[in-house]
C-alpha cells in the first residue's frame, strides 16, 4: 500500500493549490480516504475526508468554504482543492487510509508554505 501526496507548494496569501494522492497497493473505490495537516511544532490535525459511497465529504470546520475534496478511482487518485489560502495553512499535507487489514496508512507528505 502506498499513498503519495504532491502537489504543494510556495503560494501567496489568496493563491490557490490542488494536491493530489495517488494511491496504489489497495481499491481505492472501496475505502475511505482523509487529508490531514502538520503545521510546525504543533500536532497533526484532520483537513477533510470522502466517503466510498457517493463520495461524500467532511471538512474541518475552519477550512469549510475553501477547500474541496475529490476523487477518481479511474485515476486512482484524490485530490484537495484548496482557495483563498491563508499563512496558517501552511503546513505538511498528508492522506491516509484508515483501517485498512487492520493497518492505518500515511503517504508521505506534501509541504504546503503560504506567504504572507
Known amino acids: 500500500v502506498q499513498l503519495q501526496a504532491s502537489g504543494g507548494g510556495l503560494v501567496h496569501t489568496g493563491g490557490s493549490l490542488r494536491l493530489s494522492c495517488a494511491a496504489s497497493?489497495?481499491?481505492?473505490?472501496?475505502?475511505?480516504i482523509g487529508w490531514f495537516r502538520q503545521a510546525p511544532g504543533r500536532a497533526r490535525e484532520g483537513v477533510s475526508c470522502?466517503?466510498?459511497?457517493?463520495?461524500?465529504?467532511t471538512y474541518a470546520d475552519y477550512l469549510k468554504g475553501r477547500i474541496t475534496m475529490s476523487r477518481d478511482n479511474a485515476k486512482k487518485t484524490v485530490y484537495l482543492q484548496m482557495n483563498s489560502l491563508k499563512p496558517e495553512d501552511t503546513a505538511v499535507y498528508y492522506c491516509?487510509?484508515?483501517?485498512?487489514?487492520?493497518?492505518?496508512?500515511w503517504g508521505r507528505g506534501t509541504l504546503v508554505t503560504v506567504s504572507s
Open positions: 491516509h487510509l484508515p483501517n485498512f487489514r487492520s493497518h492505518d496508512y
Open positions: 497497493g489497495f481499491t481505492l473505490e472501496n475505502y475511505a
Open positions: 470522502i466517503s466510498t459511497s457517493n463520495s461524500v465529504t
